[in-house]
């Protein structure tokens, strides 16, 4: 397991690549527990290059940002049943995406089912001009709950 502990709880990485990344540079963790909850930080999902940027290359980077998002997860020994609040940030015009906002909403909403099952989460879903990462088309942040 790859985690250090911090004040409440503890902060979680899926690997070392990230823990070094992520908090080493950029100075934030990817999860961190603050008692029975576990904040995730946000994912940005994106296409790499050469990556289609049709409906089914942007489910494909949906799929990778969620299963980023379950395997910090797994290190704080949660699962998506453990998601209660979901908050998620979407570039509607994208060169990097071909389809329309209708299309982008029904691949995300879809892709996300394939991640969270009954009862869902809470959702809020926001539109915005761009993230951080120029070609970042949605950007994913999630709470656990996930008392001792």
């Known amino acids: 397991m790859t985690s250090i502990p911090a004040p409440h709880g503890a902060i979680y990485f899926a690997n070392d690549t990230e823990k070094d990344l992520l908090y080493g540079q950029w100075h934030f963790a990817s999860a961190r527990r603050v008692g029975p909850f576990v904040l995730l930080s946000g994912v940005v ?73 009954e009862p869902y989460p809470t959702w809020t879903a926001i539109g915005v001009e761009g993230l951080v990462i120029d070609q970042g088309l949605v950007e994913i942040k999630a709470t656990a709950y996930a008392p001792r």
């Open 45 to 117: 999902v994106a296409p790499r290059k050469g990556e289609a940027t049709d409906i089914d290359g942007f489910k494909g980077q949906l799929r990778r940002a969620f299963e980023a998002i379950g395997a910090s997860l797994k290190e704080a020994g949660l699962g998506f049943a453990d998601v209660v609040d979901l908050d998620t940030f979407h570039v509607f015009k994208s060169s990097f995406f071909s389809g329309s906002k209708t299309d982008h909403l029904t691949a995300f909403r879809a892709v996300k089912d394939e991640f969270l099952k």
